[in-house]
Nanobody, 118 residues
Framework: QVQLVESGGGLVQPGGSLRLSCAAS????????VSWYRQAPGKEREVVAG????????NYADSVKGRFTISRDNAKNTVYLQMNSLKPEDTAVYYC???????????WSQGTQVTVSS
């Protein structure tokens, strides 16, 4: 059974930090590139950060560069998103997506709410 299970969302004050985790099971995680997306109310889902299969290649949306860090631990089948210096505009539901590198197979997590507010 394929699963991507997120954890770590919640309410944080502006300037604070959160770390999201996305734990995979039921497939060969190391064959999949992983991306974090987010969707704010009334807005389209947007990509936030991505990481290659071995973790050596990463990319970020301009809006989060220097504040967010994506990483992965293939031994634990888990990807992380460290979010620092959070802003109210980071408020959204965050999703992780795993995409197999040689075809169109992909899986999505259920989403976790991140709210940045004082």
């Amino acid at each position: 059974q394929v699963q991507l299970v997120e954890s770590g969302g919640g309410l944080v004050q502006p300037g604070g930090s959160l770390r999201l985790s996305c734990a995979a099971s039921g497939f060969t995680f190391s064959n999949y590139a992983v991306s974090w997306y987010r969707q704010a109310p009334g807005k389209e889902r947007e990509v936030v950060a991505g990481i290659g299969t071995a973790g050596g290649s990463t990319n970020y949306a301009d809006s989060v560069k220097g504040r967010f860090t994506i990483s992965r631990d293939n031994a634990k089948n888990t990807v992380y998103l460290q979010m620092n210096s959070l802003k109210p505009e980071d408020t959204a539901v965050y999703y992780c997506r795993a995409a197999r590198i040689w075809d169109s197979i992909m899986y999505w997590s259920q989403g976790t709410q991140v709210t940045v507010s004082s």
